[in-house]
């Protein structure tokens, strides 16, 4: 592979990918200011790569964000009991996940690896096993692996209002974690992926990766299945006070990506489930995640009178209407249903498509106090559920933004 100028690896990650010259499996690992996690993720996965993938030179690749907490540090310390090669390096261009996956990608191409895991590097349930179920489907005419975990009932509010509803609805397969982060991907697509003009855009070097990932491998028709994995532990953000950047890169990329590939969804009806591969065993109840309804509620009431008049001009009257009046709703009578919800996702991403270059951070912004309503309401809803009947509740709006599909299509 010839490096160019918006080569993601570093002369450092060059130096130590020629040493190890070649491979069959590769594990990439982002990372920014993790050490007190990285090296459980590369245990584990060094650990599933000796178990299930011994009869195959494989590399761990932890691509770094310049870390100041000794991330990079820590890793380089380790002395692993298993033949894999280690290759701790920073990565090069816009600070972000994805730029990290892109120097990934480029190693495994360098390498002439056969398939590509990736997990993140906040990790605490990893397990030898999670790597064998990304992998294995990926060395078998399958081009992407997405995760299926059990989460909290407020872990992945973006996931669950946002990008899983929208990718099931417009491709018509069911994929429950299209942003989860752990990923198998077959050399294949991810050759496909690095020749993305999509890559130019800022919201994909970062958290914008995971949906680009996802969207391209359907959209490019390449076989999708899901692994079982069990609960996921990680470093959970809440949805006021960490996630604003997140949902910001994330939506941009997806409504980018809907964008680009509207040639292919458009065609597409119904809904269908996709299969999970591993077995399904029961792993317990998730860690419990804390949600405070009050501040998504202020947050709200002051989202929405700086973003009144977008508002005013992307909604209609109706939904504009329904939306300021809960600005003005206690915490016990909330209420922004399904419905409602779905059909503003789609009038946004459809003015995301018609606005102005310069209107779009703002058209984000004032998107995501819409969507810190619709959780704000939905937490108020589940309360007193548990974690299953929550999940019915998540599968019944996939169905209603399946149903509105042709709305969407009208305004799109």
């Known amino acids: 592979m010839k490096k160019n100028a918006s080569c993601a690896l570093s002369p450092q990650a060059w130096k130590q990918l020629k040493k190890v010259r070649t491979a069959d499996v590769l594990v990439g690992i982002p990372s920014c200011n993790n050490a007190?996690?990285?090296?459980?993720?590369?245990?584990?996965?060094?650990?599933?790569?000796?178990?299930?993938?011994?009869n195959m030179k494989?590399?761990?690749?932890?691509?770094?964000?310049?870390?100041?907490?000794?991330?990079?540090?820590?890793?380089?310390?380790?002395?692993?009991p298993f033949q894999v090669s280690l290759i701790p390096a920073t990565y090069m261009g816009v600070s972000g996940k994805g730029s990290a996956v892109k120097a990934i990608f480029?190693?495994?191409?360098?390498?002439?690896?056969?398939?590509?895991?990736?997990?993140?590097?906040?990790?605490?349930?990893?397990?030898?096993?999670?790597?064998?179920?990304?992998?294995?489907?990926?060395?078998?005419?399958?081009?992407?692996?997405?995760p299926f975990y059990v989460r909290h009932k407020y872990d992945g509010t973006i996931t669950n209002f946002l990008c899983y509803p929208v990718t099931s609805?417009?491709?018509g397969k069911k994929i429950r974690q299209p942003i989860g982060g752990d990923f198998g991907l077959s050399i294949e697509l991810v050759k496909e992926l690095l020749e993305s003009p999509l890559w130019q855009m800022r919201y994909v070097r970062r958290f914008g990766i995971d949906i680009f990932e996802t969207h391209t491998a359907l959209a490019k028709n390449f076989n999708v299945?899901?692994?079982?994995?069990?609960?996921?532990?990680?470093?959970?953000?809440?949805?006021?006070?960490h996630l604003a950047p997140m949902f910001r890169q994330v939506t941009a990329s997806l409504f980018t990506c809907i964008e680009r590939y509207e040639k292919v969804?458009?065609?597409?009806?119904?809904?269908?489930?996709?299969?999970?591969?591993?077995?399904?065993?029961?792993?317990?109840e998730p860690e419990i995640i804390r949600?405070?309804?009050?501040?998504?509620?202020?947050?709200?009431?002051?989202?929405?009178?700086?973003?009144?008049?977008?508002?005013?001009?992307?909604?209609?009257?109706?939904?504009?209407?329904?939306?300021?009046?809960l600005r003005k709703l206690k915490e016990i009578e909330l209420a922004f249903s399904v419905e409602t919800w779905a059909k503003i996702v789609y009038m946004f991403c459809a003015s995301f498509k018609n606005g102005k270059r310069f209107e779009k951070e703002r058209l984000l912004d004032a998107f995501r106090i819409l969507w810190i309503g619709r959780v704000a309401t939905f937490v108020k809803e589940t309360l007193e559920l548990d974690t299953m009947n929550v999940e019915r509740k998540i599968e019944e709006e996939?169905?209603?933004?399946?149903?509105?599909?042709?709305?969407?299509l009208n305004i799109f």
């Open 36 to 54: 007190h996690t990285v090296n459980y993720v590369v245990y584990q996965s060094a650990k599933g790569l000796r178990n299930h993938f011994s």
């Open 58 to 80: 494989a590399a761990i690749f932890v691509s770094d964000g310049n870390s100041t907490d000794g991330t990079l540090e820590t890793v380089k310390a380790m002395h692993l």
């Open 106 to 146: 480029e190693a495994a191409k360098f390498l002439e690896v056969k398939a590509v895991a990736l997990v993140d590097s906040d990790l605490r349930s990893i397990s030898p096993e999670w790597i064998t179920q990304l992998i294995s489907p990926t060395l078998n005419s399958t081009g992407l692996v997405t």
């Open 169 to 171: 609805s417009l491709y």
């Open 225 to 241: 299945k899901q692994a079982f994995l069990g609960k996921k532990v990680h470093e959970v953000k809440d949805p006021y006070k």
């Open 265 to 284: 969804w458009n065609k597409i009806r119904g809904c269908r489930e996709v299969e999970i591969v591993g077995e399904q065993t029961y792993a317990g």
């Open 291 to 325: 949600v405070d309804l009050k501040s998504l509620m202020t947050a709200y009431k002051e989202g929405f009178d700086e973003n009144k008049r977008i508002y005013q001009v992307v909604l209609r009257k109706d939904l504009f209407k329904e939306v300021k009046a």
């Open 398 to 408: 996939v169905r209603i933004f399946e149903r509105l599909k042709p709305y969407f």
